[in-house]
């Protein structure tokens, strides 16, 4: 493949990860509208956010140095343009019902609830609904990103696109059109019950139009077909470099690490205690999300209250400074309140997460700031992980202390020394008392930056598994499945060593054998015995 349409090919997956996120933040206002489809909603919300952190992986690995040439990247061709066909055409029938609330006056009309039962039928194929569709092409994606790592998920990729390619046959240019051939639009009654004047029929166009694969070769097959090891025949392209031009380079810097954090790739620990319900007690700000828009990037979103409390993090790249933004209420102009993360405490209690101001005097009163409550461990410790994170990467406006870096009711089961990314690192093993997960973490072993976190993983599910874990030599350890959560811009997940290698487990390089073997003794009392 020519670099140039490479370079279409990576502007490609990151325009649709953008529309992902777009689609989604636009179907924010009909949580706050049609509170019985809340939950159904926010789990769509969850899947469009989901894929559009799995087109920015797939973009970031398809840049990878690590990638031999381009001729690897065609293997998957096919099956990353069905991909990014599938999610257009799927992207645009829902921005097609989109326009339909522009015309009504009234924001609390019914026309949220009708809009969001016509995108349900539309998109519904046969017993497959909206929301599973967007699971497939989630799954399907993370699934070629593994693929290209050098890993294998852990379901079936080829069945996963056998039920894809089924789809894409029915949701064609064709089917669209007559789907919205069979809604009624002329002499319906208006939104505020008043006969509508009859509107031509509706002609499907891009709300964004494809630029599509023209160009670029098509092998017509997929890697995961049973002969995808005997390709046509074809010239075998030169190797080449990545592409280091300076709009990669500069789409990758805009790239903030902490995009990727909520990607839904972990199982669920719930906790087995309630706790106190969210809430935030700062001052209410007007506008406050408009306002955060207009010069930071918004990094993350988390639903919390069965999506009643809102929370987001925003960044400045200018003044790599970090905000946090609440917004609680069943319309969230009741209440929306920000601050700055580097003016603020985080610590445990319970199930929630509070965030208290910080003074340069470090009295004993903290006024509380907002009261976070979490369901599952899990999404607990990476935004715990992510706000400690970005205060250390922030400006210093009040100084760190050790406390900061401990998330309380966790057990810390051992602490070793690896060598990971050419850094020593402290690797960590960590058992919730609540819920009884477990976890490790790399953080920075000395120097200013010392117990900031660098990477989590979560093993609960993993260290059932007597024949995965295993010592290789006195040093490493391989980790079959293990899949860390990176907060910091400098890191680098992938190992040099596994990409040369097919379905290679992550390994873990121990400073001295004293803490290989310290580690796995650590690990024992939590394997179920035999």
């Known amino acids: 493949m020519a670099a140039r349409l490479y370079e279409e090919l990576m502007e490609e997956l990151l325009e649709e990860a953008a529309a992902a996120e777009d689609v ?40 990878s140095p690590r990638l031999s040439s381009y001729s690897r990247v065609d293997l998957y061709l096919d099956d990353i343009e069905l991909s990014l066909d599938k999610v257009f055409f799927t992207l645009n029938c829902v921005e097609y019902h989109f326009e339909r609330l522009g015309i009504t006056p009234d924001p609390h009309t019914p026309a949220y609830g009708r809009v969001w039962r016509e995108i349900q039928s539309s998109l519904r194929d046969g017993s497959i609904t909206f929301l599973e569709k967007l699971r497939m092409f989630k799954d399907f994606l993370f699934g070629l990103v593994d693929h290209l790592r050098g890993g294998r998920p852990d379901y079936d990729m080829r069945l996963l696109r056998e039920q894809i390619v089924s789809l894409r046959t029915r949701m064609g240019h064709d089917m669209l059109l007559n789907d919205f051939g069979n809604l009624s639009f002329g002499g319906a009654l208006g939104f505020a019950g008043v006969p509508e004047p009859r509107q031509p029929e509706p002609r499907l166009q891009p709300r964004r139009p494809r630029r599509g694969s023209a160009g670029r070769p098509s092998r017509r097959y997929s890697f995961f077909d049973d002969d995808h090891r005997y390709p046509p025949e074809s010239p075998d392209p030169p190797p080449i470099s990545p592409v280091t031009t300076t709009s990669s380079s500069s789409s990758e810097s805009r790239q903030h690490w902490a995009h990727a954090i909520f990607d839904g790739r972990y199982r669920i620990t719930p906790f087995s205690t309630q706790g106190l319900t969210s809430r935030c007690l700062g001052k209410h700000q007007e506008d406050a999300e ?45 209440s929306q309140s920000y601050f700055p993360l580097s003016q603020l405490g985080v610590s445990r209690q319970e199930t929630c997460l509070q965030l208290y101001h910080l003074s340069q005097s470090r009295s004993s009163t903290r006024p509380l700031w907002a009261r976070l409550r979490f369901r599952c461990y899990e999404r607990m410790v990476l935004f715990f992980c992510t706000i400690v994170a970005l205060r250390v990467q922030g400006p210093p406006d009040v100084p760190m202390t ?76 391989q980790f079959p499945g293990l899949h860390p959560y990176v907060f910091s811009p400098d890191y680098s997940v992938s190992q040099p060593q596994q990409q040369q290698r097919s379905q290679a487990p992550f390994e873990l390089h121990f400073a001295k054998s004293e803490d290989a073997s310290g580690f796995m003794e650590a690990l024992r009392p939590l394997r179920p015995r035999q």
């Open 24 to 63: 989604a933040a636009a179907f924010y206002p009909f949580l706050s509208r049609i509170y019985e489809y809340s939950a159904e909603i926010s789990a769509v919300i969850s899947e469009l956010f989901g894929i559009s952190s799995a087109f920015r992986d797939l973009a970031k690995t398809l840049e």
């Open 290 to 334: 408009y306002h955060l828009l207009r010069n930071h990037q918004r990094l993350l979103e988390l639903e919390l209250e069965d999506g009643g409390f809102v929370v987001q993090l925003y960044w400045n790249p200018s003044a790599n400074r970090a905000m946090i933004l609440c917004m609680s209420g069943h319309s969230w102009d009741k």
């Open 402 to 477: 050790p406390n900061d870096y401990r998330l309380d009711g966790e057990k810390m089961l051992g602490e070793f020394k690896i060598h990971d990314d050419d850094f020593l690192h402290s690797l960590r093993i960590f058992k919730d008392r609540d819920s009884g997960g477990v976890r490790l973490e790399a953080a920075v072993y000395s120097g200013e930056l010392k117990d900031t976190p660098v990477w989590t993983a979560f093993i609960t599910e993993r260290i059932g598994d007597r024949t995965g874990i295993r010592r290789t030599n006195q040093r490493i350890i």
